[in-house]
């Protein structure tokens, strides 16, 4: 969506060792998911960089976009707790959209009820002045807003390649059988394939209403 819109991509893997930008050289920042916990400094320094990454730039008032892991991210770098929940979060499940997700200008684009990929174990608290867009009834806090930073849980950007891809990754494997049993892991990818078509196309839909509403217009921006 970004290519189609023209837009210049820069690409930083810091697990894979790429150094952290400059972020005001940057219009907007996308940061997506990942198997480690937010709370891994110890193991995985550059995470503590990243989270003040972000929340310098969210502070000045860039947009933001996390999935997942990124999601979490946001809430630490903001102050927020990021926890380990009840229990893993794992499957094609619905999430709810809050009243105040009903009329987020971002938000609003997608029907009260959205179909989602989950697969996390970890939570976190609402930062301050965070408002709640979504939940589901084990993870309350599944989408918030502030600022001009936006984030959100699960996955919509799914697709049925992105499925047999991970059916070949053996942590994701060994991690989807712990949680759901040997016969679990490959239907949870097979549920993937049959739905992915629909989560991406809300995915498109709420990732198009951000660029238009926080990347092209901060003046219409939630704050």
């Given at each position: 969506m970004l290519r189609e819109r023209g837009a210049e991509l820069h690409r930083v893997e810091l697990d894979e060792g790429d150094p952290l930008p400059d972020w005001r050289?940057?219009?907007?920042?996308v940061a997506m998911g990942g198997p480690m916990s937010a709370n891994?400094?110890?193991?995985?320094?550059?995470?503590?960089?990243?989270?003040?990454?972000?929340?310098?730039?969210?502070?000045?008032?860039?947009?933001?976009?996390?999935?997942?892991?990124?999601v979490q991210l946001l809430a630490a770098s903001l102050g927020a707790r990021v926890y380990p929940g009840p229990v893993p979060e794992v499957g094609i499940l619905p999430v709810a959209l809050t009243l105040d997700g009903l009329t987020d200008p971002v938000f609003a684009g997608l029907p009260r009820e959205v179909l989602t990929l989950q697969w996390h174990g970890d939570t976190f608290d609402l930062p301050h002045?965070?408002?709640r867009l979504a939940g589901s009834p084990a993870y309350p806090n599944q989408a918030f807003r502030v600022r001009r930073a936006y984030?959100?849980?699960?996955?919509?950007?799914?697709?049925?390649?992105?499925?047999?891809?991970?059916?070949?990754?053996?942590?994701?494997?060994?991690?989807?059988?712990r949680t759901l049993g040997a016969e679990g892991g490959?239907?949870?990818l097979a549920a993937i394939?049959?739905?992915?078509?629909?989560?991406?196309?809300?995915?498109r839909t709420l990732f198009e209403r951000w660029l238009d509403h926080v990347v092209a217009s901060p003046a219409t921006a939630a704050s």
């Open positions: 050289e940057f219009d907007s920042i891994d400094d110890t193991d995985l320094p550059w995470l503590r960089d990243e989270k003040r990454l972000i929340a310098e730039a969210v502070d000045a008032g860039i947009p933001y976009w996390g999935v997942c892991l990124g002045n965070a408002v984030g959100v849980q699960f996955h919509l950007e799914v697709s049925a390649e992105m499925a047999r891809e991970w059916a070949k990754v053996p942590e994701y494997v060994s991690s989807l059988e490959p239907a949870f394939e049959e739905r992915a078509d629909e989560m991406r196309a809300d995915g």
